[in-house]
């Protein structure tokens, strides 16, 4: 009996040695993952060239093609100051690939800078046995960057500027300028040439990086579709250029900004947009340049 007591007592020793080890390793983790993003937001923060103070003039916009000058003079107010740094919050679903018909659950901080034309997206995305991954997708100076970690603390995924993700980061930013619209003014380094009455091609160029995406509106002035036929994404192991779409709808006004508060990117496949990422726009937030 003494015999058992011993084993029984040393077991429950080592037990606990164990579970206190994981739970110190749990918040070193996190602290370390939580100074890991502070530092890439203020490596973005830091980035921004200070420029003059400029505002919207909607008298510049006839030079444009008509339904992206309609858009702006939808989506903004004439004479306000252009955006300077742009937060959200979003909510959705997302899986990790077309070929999966698992979704996860998610919720987001995306912070943008549109001075230095990037961009921090922060997840927490739901996993089996209750547990989450962060995400932290970022495109800093020219440099794109995705890095995963398990419970927001064990780095289990990670990478970072190669030609290719530099390259995808910027699409998105692109895309994704319809919820910090100043970003899309020629002003902003954005070349708009026309494409028909309810369509034109914008392109940017970063860190040496130039992408374009079409960009779809409707008769009232909303960007309703982007698209590419080439952006680069990571399928199999390996990177390959494939047509990519986002739509938008829901447009609502946000401290002086018209942006959609409804989003949803997919890949093309056979043909066939296939959807890897849906999200709704919980809170904006904007400050504009002095």
Do not use: C
């Not at 916009?61 to 300077?84: H, N, S």
């Not at 040496?208 to 036929?229: C, D, H, K, W």
């Amino acid at each position: 009996m003494r015999l058992q007591m011993k084993i029984i007592k040393w077991f429950l020793i080592i037990v606990g040695v164990i579970v206190l080890g994981a739970a110190a390793a749990l918040l070193i983790g996190r602290e370390l993952e939580s100074s890991k993003v502070k530092q890439i937001e203020a490596n973005l923060l830091s980035s921004a060239v200070q420029s003059d103070s400029m505002v919207v003039d909607f008298d510049s916009l006839a030079k444009l093609p008509p339904p992206v000058e309609r858009y702006f003079k939808y989506v903004l107010t004439d004479g306000q100051k252009f955006i300077r740094k742009a937060t959200n919050r979003q909510h959705g679903t997302l899986r990790t690939s077309i070929k999966t018909e698992n979704w996860s659950s998610f919720t987001a901080r995306h912070l943008a800078l549109p001075p230095a034309a990037g961009f921090i997206w922060n997840a927490e995305v739901e996993a089996p046995l209750n547990a989450h991954l962060r995400v932290l997708d970022s495109y800093i100076a020219g440099v794109g960057s995705g890095r995963v970690s398990l419970f927001s603390a064990f780095p289990v995924a990670s990478d970072i500027g190669s030609a290719e993700l530099n390259s995808g980061a910027l699409h998105r930013y692109l895309a994704e300028a319809v919820w910090y619209p100043t970003a899309l003014l020629p002003e902003s380094g954005v070349a708009w040439t026309p494409i028909d009455d309810e369509s034109a091609m914008a392109v940017l160029t970063s860190g040496g990086i130039t992408v374009s995406l079409e960009f779809r509106f409707n008769q009232a002035g909303e960007v309703t579709e982007v698209y590419t036929p080439g952006r680069f994404g990571r399928f199999d192991g390996e990177y390959k250029k494939v047509p990519w779409e986002g739509h938008f709808r829901d447009y609502q006004v946000r401290e002086g900004i018209r942006i959609p508060l409804y989003g949803e990117v997919g890949w093309y496949e056979d043909g066939m947009p296939r959807l890897v990422w849906k999200g709704k726009i919980t809170e904006a937030r904007y400050e504009f340049s002095p």
